[in-house]
């Protein structure tokens, strides 16, 4: 479905966020290692277009990725990492925050959460967040290569009991396994 993908830009400031042309953007959020930059790279097919570690925290700017002309994703610094200086966690929320807020070229937040771990508290706090600022949500969960074939539809009411959302929009994918992918496409397409 993706053809061409071309890193942009890593944004540290409002100033620097690419698309004066308007085109729909689709931003991938989640707490530090949940899997957003592995699960920018299964979605579009790719190995190392968004860079990935084994340490939370490796994403620290706002990366954006231009797919085939038509579209951005963005893969968003995660949150609820411990060991960043308490200054650079606050710079780390006002990137969000910037990108989050009026930007109606945004058609969807896709909040990532881990399908073992479940929703944390930091998670809830920014469903909550995103909720406040009307976008579109979709959540996610990762890894579920993670859980055994039994335990997936617990770990699917898990996360949908505690965000309060019917089971049935709780998508979950392995980036691994490229499992679940085609869920997430048919979301993206329907707004072209
Ligand atoms: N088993 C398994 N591991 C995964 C999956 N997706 C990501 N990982 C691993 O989880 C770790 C973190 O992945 P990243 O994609 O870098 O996570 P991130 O959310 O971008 O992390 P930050 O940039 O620190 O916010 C890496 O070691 C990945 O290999 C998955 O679907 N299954
Ligand atoms: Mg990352």
Redesign the pocket.
């Known amino acids: 479905m993706f053809n061409e993908c071309k890193y942009v830009i890593s944004a540290v400031s409002k100033k620097q966020f690419p698309n004066e042309n308007n085109l729909n953007e689709f931003v991938f959020v989640?707490r530090?290692?949940?899997?957003?930059?592995?699960f920018i790279n299964a979605l579009t097919n790719r190995k190392m277009l968004a860079k990935?570690?084994?340490k939370?925290?490796?994403?620290r700017a706002i990366n954006f990725f231009l797919i085939d002309q038509k579209m951005y994703l963005v893969d968003l610094?995660?949150y609820g990492y411990a060991s960043h200086s308490q200054s650079t966690r606050e710079s780390f929320g006002d990137y969000i925050e910037e990108y989050l807020t009026d930007n109606s070229n945004l058609k969807a937040v896709f909040l990532l959460v881990d399908t073992k771990v479940g929703p944390t508290k930091d998670d809830v706090l920014m469903y909550e967040y995103l909720k406040y600022l009307n976008l579109n949500i979709v959540v996610v969960g990762?890894?579920s290569?993670?859980v055994g074939s039994t335990q997936l539809l617990k770990q699917a009411k898990n996360i949908s009991n505690i965000l309060n959302l019917p089971l049935n929009n709780v998508i979950l994918t392995?980036?691994?396994k490229k499992n679940g992918f085609d869920k997430i496409i048919a979301i993206i397409s329907s707004f072209e």
Request: hydrophobic fraction near 5%; charge should be positive.
């Open positions: 989640g530090s290692n949940v899997g957003k930059s592995s990935t570690s084994s939370p925290g490796k994403t610094p995660g990762t890894k290569d993670k392995s980036s691994e």
